[in-house]
């Protein structure tokens, strides 16, 4: 493995920085990490790799401006679910790994294809939602930019107070939407449209938390966050709920295959976990789920209906559907995928990827907060910045992920 320094022209597909003693900076997953996920002795939340003994976090991630997911992070595994980031690219804005570090340009460029994506929800969504609440996120935005860009002080200082207030506002606009749409009568559309607003309130808190921490406010940042993150907790999983549907035993049905039932499973723990970070026995949760679901195990009626949201127009096609009742069962052979919705099965499979999205968008903000009561403390002004800059964007770009390893940390780690 090389080893690199700022004078040195060498680079290699590793990369390795050595930025403090027990600090390193690489741009591979290191072979004791991806031992540790296997075996379980360490586990991944968000951005951050943790040791499941002492809860210690043991490994920081930096992940590129991209748009889809970053092909080395299947390497990385999930807390809960199945499948690894299966539904990154699946509805909603995907947040970015380490908040600490996000990209304001990646949030820009996001936000360019929302208002695309809600016209393609129906007329009824569109008519509905508050366009305005988008063009003054974008706003608090440039504003939150001065403060990280700016060198006068002053300015900066002015740039922040503006900044934190007017992504507050931004933050408690896009809740107070999203608790709109599931307070209507339910359909896909309002529910990928409340995946939206829940994604957009996670940027917004992310960005004002990241506003503090360029004002050197850490022990501000870390309050405000774990003052928050309750709340996204609450939402995410009544907007998961909403997309399993009030009949998730049907998710058991022969039909359905053997790894999508697993997903299931997972998401189900993931519902019923208080702490992510210390799970209850596994086997007394699943007999707790499949007593909660046996009451619809011989309703047959719930084999009969199939509705879907004929509504969305073909580019949601492939993505989108309603569960109301029962998924399965429809004699003769579907349309064209042009001017039907999703199968019966597919709408089931769809609902799972928007639910896993939503996990890991959570857990990623779990990552931040996480990450900010483990940030190392450099002893000058400019602490924040000198943790941001740790990993080089050049190398971002390349590799698309990079690794922070405190290798003290993880060698004391039974692997």
Not at 201 to 226: F, I, N, P, Q, W
Not at 365 to 387: A, N, R
């Amino acid at each position: 493995m090389l080893v690199w320094s700022r004078s040195s022209k060498a680079c290699s597909s590793i990369f390795v920085s050595c930025i403090m003693p027990d600090l390193e900076v690489v741009f591979e997953v290191p072979s004791e990490i991806a031992t540790g996920l296997a075996s379980g002795s360490l586990q991944r939340v968000g951005g951050v790799i943790v040791d499941n003994q002492s809860k210690q976090v043991v490994a920081w991630l930096r992940e590129g401006t991209v748009t889809s997911p970053v092909p080395m992070l299947t390497n990385l595994g999930s807390t809960k679910a199945g499948s690894v980031l299966a539904a990154t690219a699946v509805g909603g804005i995907m947040l970015n790994l380490a908040l600490t570090a996000i990209s304001l340009v990646g949030i820009f460029q996001r936000l360019d294809g929302i208002t695309q994506d809600i016209k393609q929800l129906g007329e009824e969504i569109h008519a509905e939602f508050d366009r305005e609440r988008l063009t003054n996120f974008r706003a608090a935005l440039s504003t939150a930019r001065d403060v990280f860009e700016s060198e006068n002080a002053q300015n900066r200082h002015y740039a922040l107070r503006s900044a934190v207030d007017n992504l507050h506002r931004a933050r408690d606009h896009f809740l107070q939407d999203f608790e709109y749409y599931l307070a209507q009568k339910p359909n896909t559309g309002r529910l990928i449209a409340a995946q939206y607003l829940l994604a957009l309130a996670m940027h917004a808190e992310a960005t004002r938390v990241r506003c503090y921490l360029a004002g050197d406010e850490l022990k501000l940042a870390r309050g405000e966050l774990s003052r928050s993150v309750p709340i996204f907790a609450i939402h995410t999983k009544e907007l998961i709920s909403r997309f399993i549907g009030k009949n998730p035993a049907i998710y058991l049905h022969k039909s359905i295959q053997e790894s999508d039932v697993k997903r299931f499973l997972h998401i189900q723990r993931w519902l019923r976990a208080d702490d992510l970070l210390n799970p209850p026995d596994e086997t007394a949760e699943l007999y707790a789920i499949i007593n909660d679901l046996r009451s619809d195990f011989w309703q047959s009626d719930l084999l009969s209906q199939v509705e879907e949201d004929n509504r969305l127009p073909a580019q949601l096609a492939r993505t989108s559907g309603e569960v109301v009742g029962e998924i399965l069962g429809r004699l003769g052979q579907p349309p064209p995928i042009h001017n039907r919705t999703l199968g019966k099965t597919e709408i089931l499979v769809d609902h799972l990827n928007r639910a896993e999205t939503l996990v890991e968008n959570y857990e990623r903000l779990i990552g931040f907060d996480l990450e900010l009561q483990s940030m190392p403390l450099f002893g000058t002004s400019d602490s924040f910045e000198t943790w941001h800059q740790l990993v080089p964007e050049n190398k971002l770009k390349e590799h698309g992920l990079g690794v922070i390893v405190d290798r003290e940390r993880l060698l004391r780690i039974a692997i």
